[in-house]
């Protein structure tokens, strides 16, 4: 399902543009796609800005030409996945920790498309999956006694093969919070969440995607649908 809605969206890419490239395994495999059709002569002057490190290495080493995010004054076109996504393209994102720069990215992008698995489509955010948030490390527990006012619960996330938490790009730490009955206003949390002090940013992108393609199994065979945005 992941390869082949990578693959379409590199049919939304032409060439010339500067691309937003995402973070995660769903964007990896467009990351790739997008080589492939850049060495094979299809897509000419791609330049791409990395929203990860990891988005980056993969870049390098696949020889697709970088530009950095503070030098380009806007973006053609982002493509990124996402952990959840709602009736009305409201996301959470930052599974992988880079919600940050995806934001940024995102942000500076006349177009943001998001690629999915048919299991990120919810109808109501953070029924299941935590909302991340970026913390300076020595504030994470300030922070989470703030975000516990709000009806919410957080952990701070461990890291696999490492002692201790995970420490993103920007060497912040990660809360994971959980809101007792999911998030229904996005654009009022994220406001306050991004209002307590110590937190650097949430994963909550709200209002920035444009379109979503969709990959899913129907009748043995997988499919790629793009959803109307409803509201
Ligand atoms: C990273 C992200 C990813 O886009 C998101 O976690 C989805 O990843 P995957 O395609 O591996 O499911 O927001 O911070």
């Known amino acids: 399902m992941k390869q082949i809605v990578a693959d379409a969206a590199i049919k939304e890419v032409r060439s010339d543009m500067i691309l937003g490239l995402g973070s995660g395994s769903t964007a ?13 002569g299809k897509l000419k002057n791609i330049r791409g800005v990395a929203t990860s490190f990891q ?43 880079c919600h940050v720069r995806e934001k940024l990215v995102a942000f500076k992008a006349k177009k943001l498309l998001i690629v999915v698995d048919e299991t990120k489509m919810v109808q ?17 527990n300030q922070v989470r006694e703030e975000i516990s006012k ?10 696999a093969k490492k ?6 790009d920007q060497g912040n730490l990660i809360l994971d919070v959980l809101f007792n009955e999911g998030i229904k206003n996005p654009k009022d949390i994220e406001m306050r969440i991004n209002n307590i002090p ?11 995607t444009d379109k979503v393609l969709v990959g ?11 959803p109307s945005k409803i509201g």
């Not at 990896?28 to 094979?40: P, V």
């Not at 990124?80 to 992988?96: C, N, R, Y």
């Not at 937190?199 to 992108?205: D, P």
């Open 55 to 97: 988005s980056e290495v993969l870049a390098l080493d696949l020889d697709i030409p970088l530009i950095d995010l503070a030098s380009v004054s806007q973006i053609d076109l982002a493509i990124d996945g996402a952990d959840e996504v709602d009736p009305s393209f409201q996301l959470i994102k930052g599974g992988g920790a």
């Open 28 to 40: 990896a495999l467009m990351i790739k796609s997008l080589a492939n059709e850049i060495h094979s």
């Open 163 to 168: 002692a201790g938490p995970v420490v993103t």
């Open 124 to 140: 109501n955010l953070n029924k299941s999956f935590p909302l991340p948030v970026e913390v300076l490390p020595n504030a994470w």
């Open 150 to 159: 709000m009806n919410s619960s957080s952990t701070l996330r461990m890291a």
């Open 198 to 208: 110590g937190v650097l940013e949430n994963g909550l992108f709200v209002d920035l």
């Open 216 to 226: 899913k199994i129907e009748n043995n065979i997988p499919i790629v649908y793009s």
